[in-house]
């Protein structure tokens, strides 16, 4: 497909996007709303150059760019979630929506095995989710892991890759213990964790499930999917913990 018309189409599929947005506010039970890098598309579907978009089982995508999971622990997330956050408050009620945050597979890519093992910034990138969800008026929300790092992932000049892909299992092993750890802290957070699915016996994604060296596939889409349907969605009965 030429790019421009493939651009014209992604840009089209934000109508639909938008209009299912408004659609759920008004809903009792809550649909998913991903936020993050590219991966929160393809953790629902194809990888296209949509950057707001309705996933095949209603889900919605709102991708950020390539924005890292340390950054946003220092800036905070773009703009545009606090507008689109205001719109939803707007037109719909508290509730409305499950926000699930997906980043880090840069991190790990490109930074983290040169940080000696310093995760501290992962404590601070939820608690900027947390905030998020109180400004999305959500009472639960969903903390995705990243894709474990991939042994076939081209090397690219504005992604440098930092470390062989043993040095980015044990960084990636990292992220994702610090993860688990932070997001037991806090009752209205759950945590999606996909790698057992994902990774083969060396902890590297699956080659069967990317098709790029990067993103998962189909197929590796299939098996985050039937972890999203099991996962807990309904909001705490008990109002979440407040860190200290």
């Given at each position: 497909?030429?790019?421009?018309?493939?651009?014209?189409?992604?840009?089209?599929?934000?109508?639909?996007?938008?209009?299912?947005?408004?659609?759920?506010?008004?809903?009792?039970?809550?649909?998913?709303?991903?936020?993050?890098?590219?991966?929160?598309?393809?953790?629902?579907?194809r990888v296209g150059l949509g950057m707001f978009m309705r996933g095949p089982e209603g889900q919605l995508?709102?991708?950020?760019?390539?924005?890292?999971?340390?950054?946003?622990?220092?800036?905070?997330?773009?703009?545009?979630?606090?507008?689109?956050?205001?719109?939803?408050?707007?037109?719909?009620?508290?509730?409305?929506?499950?926000?699930?945050?997906?980043?880090?597979?840069?991190?790990?890519?490109?930074?983290?095995?040169?940080?000696?093992?310093?995760?501290?910034?992962?404590?601070?990138?939820?608690?900027?989710?947390?905030?998020?969800?109180?400004?999305?008026?959500?009472?639960?929300?969903?903390?995705?892991?990243?894709?474990?790092?991939s042994a076939t992932c081209p090397d690219i000049e504005q992604f440098p890759i930092k470390g062989d892909?043993?040095?980015?299992?044990?960084?990636?092993?990292?992220?994702?213990?610090?993860?688990?750890?932070?997001?037991?802290?806090?009752?209205?957070?759950?945590?999606?964790?996909?790698?057992?699915?994902?990774?083969?016996?060396?902890?590297?994604?699956?080659?069967?499930?990317?098709?790029?060296?990067?993103?998962?596939?189909?197929?590796?889409?299939?098996?985050?999917?039937?972890?999203?349907?099991?996962?807990?969605?309904?909001p705490p009965r008990s109002p979440g913990r407040v860190s200290a």
């Amino acid at each position: 497909m030429p790019l421009l018309l493939e651009r014209l189409l992604a840009k089209l599929a934000a109508v639909p996007a938008f209009v299912a947005l408004l659609v759920a506010a008004r809903r009792s039970t809550p649909t998913e709303l991903w936020i993050g890098d590219s991966h929160a598309m393809s953790f629902n579907q194809r990888v296209g150059l949509g950057m707001f978009m309705r996933g095949p089982e209603g889900q919605l995508v709102f991708r950020i760019g390539t924005r890292l999971m340390y950054s946003i622990a220092r800036k905070d997330f773009p703009p545009r979630l606090a507008r689109l956050a205001r719109l939803l408050r707007s037109v719909g009620h508290r509730g409305s929506v499950v926000p699930f945050f997906i980043t880090g597979e840069i991190d790990v890519r490109c930074h983290l095995t040169e940080h000696d093992g310093d995760y501290g910034f992962v404590a601070a990138y939820v608690q900027r989710c947390r905030d998020a969800m109180a400004a999305l008026g959500s009472r639960r929300g969903v903390i995705v892991v990243p894709p474990p790092p991939s042994a076939t992932c081209p090397d690219i000049e504005q992604f440098p890759i930092k470390g062989d892909i043993g040095e980015r299992i044990a960084a990636f092993e990292g992220l994702r213990s610090a993860l688990q750890s932070v997001v037991a802290q806090h009752d209205e957070l759950v945590l999606l964790d996909a790698t057992p699915d994902l990774a083969d016996p060396t902890g590297a994604l699956r080659p069967e499930l990317t098709d790029d060296g990067c993103h998962t596939n189909l197929a590796g889409v299939a098996l985050v999917r039937r972890r999203v349907h099991g996962l807990p969605l309904q909001p705490p009965r008990s109002p979440g913990r407040v860190s200290a």
